[in-house]
């Protein structure tokens, strides 16, 4: 459990390492990469006979060559002042001499050379020609005045170079760095060491003399030293150790308490399955069960834990490289890479807020538009509200073209104070799905229309019986897109609106409830049974089946006169147009029945009779009293057995 833990501190160890080795290449390369040098071809040649105030140094002294800032870069480079000497040949002059004590006697020998770590010098020139002194990210001072031929920057490159002696003793105490006068001069002086040399003008340009000028100089130097060496120091390390194992300590502490906490969290989460937390449903349909969404909570805190985990890794990672000087930059660069961020997104989100408050009032402004609208069409549903010519079934359908056209206008009054609006890739998307809306848009198009169009043709509602084209059925759906239609089958056709509104529409219910539905079904009966007879057995027969309505009372039609029989069409009222074929198959039943039962015959197939052709068919209640058929004769012809064979 504790692996990850250990690791951490393996790490730390790792990046203690690693800094303390930086530390070490800083100090070797420093001089070839950071110090700024004067040209070092260009060298100094010692004359006895004239003496400027300043200590000599031996006759050939390397000067740094003056660099600047480059004003595109971080890089260094010459600079191109009137004061630079890089084209100058060795001049006549008197520079201090870096010298020491020797231990055992009153003479100078020079420093030996120790490999200490060594901070950033280098030297800065302003527009008035001034050279700043900076040393360890702290500037010292500014030389503002020359010094015999020594220009400030000059100056100030010979100063950091002096400095650079100094930090190599590794007995370096900041205390012994102070102001004597040597030749009417105020120097500051390290050991023997001249540091810097002032003058009556170095000190009229800070306001004070030269002596209480080079006073605030030497002081400046002594802090900065002081706090040079402090934290360069094995101390410095052990203390910056310490504080890693500390915070170390409290990393694997708060991930402990975080796994710990999460624990609890996620049983009491499973805890409250079936007791608080239920399942999400409208009526019966579920739309989010108990355990899904338990799963869902539980992910989001897992979510959620991660990011924290994440930022305490963050915070503890740049807290370490802090302890140590060396990487210090490092890790508050690293800190200030999420607060510069976060700093910006807040910055960006009070710029935003003009635009959010408009957009908030846009969207405020629609919904009770919105709200305001359902209640004038719901009231148009319910028949409180009356338009002359506004059909109930149109309040629904009408209310959504009318919602989402409200929408679309609020989202294009919004669109222009969206983040991000105006940009290529904003409008790349846009375009990008403008063109895919209008390659596959054809039939989508066509099929709303059709739809709209189906709508205010009132053409028929849901649970209506119809009939399009070849498809009889009930209305269950009705979209913008598609009509649903099941069959007495039970078979669902879907059917896009724009196939509708091309077929035709036989709509069963539309009338049903006010007038009903006639239904019709067609017998033949010989003419031998009178017509009269034959209407009451239908009429009866209708009457009997549930579903037929008493009034308006069923009817019969006489269709047709065919050669041996005649066409009965019974008509019969009903307002239960969606169980037509129940009713269909009830009604003939119901005929058979009362048919047989008066004796009647439904000679509906075609027949041949051997009978007496000389009597008439016509219903006997029609013939007079005295009607007597004519004589049926039969004549018998008698052949030879020589014609039967044949």
Known sequence: MYFKYVISFLLLILLTGIATVSGQIDTEVITETV??????????????????????????????????????SNSVTAASTP?????????ETEIPLITTPSPDSNSITPVATVITPLPTLKVTVSDKKAASVIFYKEELFSINTALG???PEERASIILNRLEKVLEDVSFNPEEIKVEIKDSHPCIIYKGIIIMTLSEEDGRFEGLTDKEAADKYAQKIRD?????????????????????????????????????????????????????????????????????IVEVIVKSLKIIAFVVKL???????????????????????????????????????????????????????????????????????????EFPGFYREWAKPTYMIVRFLIIALSLVIIFPYLPGYGSPAFKGISLFLGVLFSLGSTAIVSNIVAGIILIYMNAFKIGDRVKIGDVTGDITEKTLLVTRIRTPQNVDITMPNAMILANYIINYS???????LILHTTVTIGYDVPWKDVHKLLIEAALATEGIL?????????????????????????NKPNSTGSIYSTIHQNIQDKFNEKGVEIMSPHYRAMRDGNQT????????DTYTPPVFKISQEEKSSQEIDQ
């Open 617 to 624: 068919t016509i219903p006997a209640d029609y013939l007079s």
């Open 311 to 385: 930022i305490i890794c963050y915070i503890y990672l740049s807290a370490v490289l802090s302890f140590f000087v060396w990487t210090r930059d490092f890790g508050s660069r690293l800190l200030s890479y999420i607060l510069s961020g976060l700093y910006i997104i807040w910055l960006k989100f009070l710029s935003y807020l003009p635009h959010m408050f408009y957009i908030v009032f846009v969207v405020a402004v629609t919904y009770y538009i919105i709200r305001f609208i359902s209640f004038i069409f719901v009231e148009l549903e319910k028949g409180t509200i």
């Open 550 to 574: 008493k009034e308006p009372s069923p009817f019969v039609f006489q269709t047709s006169l065919d050669d041996f029989y005649v066409s009965y069409e019974l008509n019969a009222y009903t």
């Open 149 to 151: 031929n020594y220009s």
């Open 224 to 292: 900065t030293l002081k706090t040079y060496k402090e934290e360069h120091s094995f101390k410095a390390i052990i203390f910056g150790v310490i504080y890693s194992l500390i915070a170390t300590l409290i990393f694997i502490f708060l991930l402990t308490m975080l796994d710990k906490i999460l624990k609890l969290i996620y049983k009491k989460i499973n805890s409250w399955r079936g007791s608080r937390i239920f399942d999400l449903k409208i009526q019966n349909l579920v739309l989010l069960s108990g355990d899904r």
């Open 83 to 91: 004061s630079a000497v890089t084209d100058k040949t060795p001049v």
């Open 510 to 516: 539309s009338a049903s409830q006010e007038s009903g």
């Open 35 to 72: 110090t700024p040098v004067i040209n070092p071809v260009l060298t100094a040649v010692i004359d006895t006979s004239t003496s400027t105030g300043i200590d000599k140094i031996p006759a050939e002294t390397e000067i740094p060559l003056i660099t600047t800032p480059s004003p595109d």
